[in-house]
């Protein structure tokens, strides 16, 4: 009874240890190509870092953003935008609708809500 | 394998389960550096501005800085019609994507403008009902 155990143990760990290297050879050369700097990822799980935008990117595009709200001013540092000034808060959803698209770090909404 | 839940998922759990439930594709809830990202993709722009509307009352008036919802809406594909939907004026189209670029034409307030292809997240390539083609900022185009 006890060697069919330490069989069937031995068997399952066989097998888990050809899985595990089975799945660890072939995901490195799907991601080689695709991901620039390659992270070291469990197998199981599907969930990549959030990618952030470069701060010349957000700041194009926060730019872009506040373009119609004249009382709001957006400074970025270092991925985080922070929002000061004074805005309405009938438009301030729309304009956190679309800062939240730009993939900033963070917002730091500092606005003053007239 | 036992999935962590953060405390800011904890926070946004209404949220999280209303997106689950109108099957908000590619669904991605991550914890990083004390701010969650939720991205994904709706159906309808009513899905969004729902989910919206929820983070705003979990979180008035988006004080707390601790979430980044991305939330795309599918509808919004080349070939579909969309309202202009500006607060009163008419909407710029521009040679290129970005506001330091010409502006080509406009797309009157409530007009209906054709999206030809999408640039980024916030510009588009459309096509005015004059026959006016050119980029529009995102923000203000509701899909029909």
Known sequence: MLKTNLKITGFAIIMSTGMYFTSCKSKPKETETKVENTTVETPQTTTAPVEIASDDALTTGVKDATKDYPGVKADVDNGEVTLTGEIERSKLQTLMMTLNTLKPKKINNLLTIK | ?144
Do not use: C
């Open chain 2, 1 to 144: 394998m036992a999935v962590q839940m953060g405390a800011l998922q904890g926070k946004y759990q209404e949220l999280i389960e209303a997106a689950k439930s109108a099957g908000v594709n590619n669904l991605q809830v991550r914890e990083q550096d004390n701010v969650l990202y939720i991205d994904g993709e709706a159906a309808t722009g009513q899905i969004k501005d729902n989910l919206w509307s929820i983070y705003n009352k979990i979180d008035p008036d988006f004080r707390a800085g601790d979430l980044i919802m991305n939330i795309n809406v599918s509808a919004m594909a080349p070939g579909a019609k969309a309202t202009v939907t500006t607060q009163s004026s008419n909407l710029n189209i521009r040679k290129g994507p970005g506001t330091d670029q010409p502006i080509v034409g406009k797309a009157e307030h409530m007009s209906t403008v054709t999206l030809i292809s999408k640039t980024s997240d916030q510009w588009w390539l459309v096509r005015s009902e004059q026959g006016e083609e050119g980029y529009a900022y995102a923000q203000y185009l509701s899909v029909q």
